[in-house]
C-alpha cells in the first residue's frame, strides 16, 4: 500500500506565496513521475506540473513563470513553491505519483487527499 500525504495550504492574500509539500510512503520500488493537480467545484482535475525521476518537468500555461516542482527522490517528496499567487489559484491541490510498488514491480497511479489553496484578500 501507497500513501501520499501533503501539507503546505492554506489561505494567502493575492501576490503572496506558499509552498506545498508531498510524501510517498509504502513498498515502493521506484517513482516514474511525481506532480500536482487542482481542482475547483464543477470543473476537471487539471495538471498543474509534474516532474519526472531524472528531474524533467512541465507545468500548465497558467502557472509558468510563477510555480516550481521539484523533488527528492531520497526521500520520496515532491514540492510546489507557488509564487505571485492569483485569486484563479484558489482551489483543492492534489498530489500525484506514478510509481511502481513491490511486490510486483507494476506501475500504478496514486493520490493524496488533497489540501485546499485560497487566495483572497
Known amino acids: 500500500q501507497v500513501q501520499l500525504v501533503e501539507s503546505g495550504g492554506g489561505l494567502v492574500q493575492p501576490g503572496g506565496s506558499l509552498r506545498l509539500s508531498c510524501a510517498a510512503s509504502?513498498?515502493?520500488?521506484?517513482?516514474?513521475?511525481m506532480g500536482w493537480y487542482r481542482q475547483t467545484p464543477g470543473k476537471q482535475r487539471e495538471l498543474v506540473a509534474v516532474?519526472?525521476?531524472?528531474?524533467?518537468?512541465n507545468y500548465a500555461d497558467s502557472v509558468k513563470g510563477r510555480f516550481t516542482i521539484s523533488g527528492d527522490n531520497a526521500k520520496n517528496m515532491v514540492y510546489l513553491q507557488m509564487n505571485s499567487l492569483k485569486p484563479e489559484d484558489t482551489a483543492v491541490y492534489y498530489c500525484?505519483?506514478?510509481?511502481?510498488?513491490?511486490?510486483?514491480?507494476?506501475?500504478?497511479?496514486?493520490w493524496g487527499q488533497g489540501t485546499q489553496v485560497t487566495v483572497s484578500s
Open positions: 509504502g513498498r515502493i520500488f521506484s517513482i516514474n513521475t
Open positions: 500525484n505519483a506514478q510509481l511502481r510498488t513491490l511486490p510486483t514491480v507494476r506501475t500504478s497511479t496514486y
Open positions: 516532474i519526472t525521476s531524472n528531474g524533467g518537468t
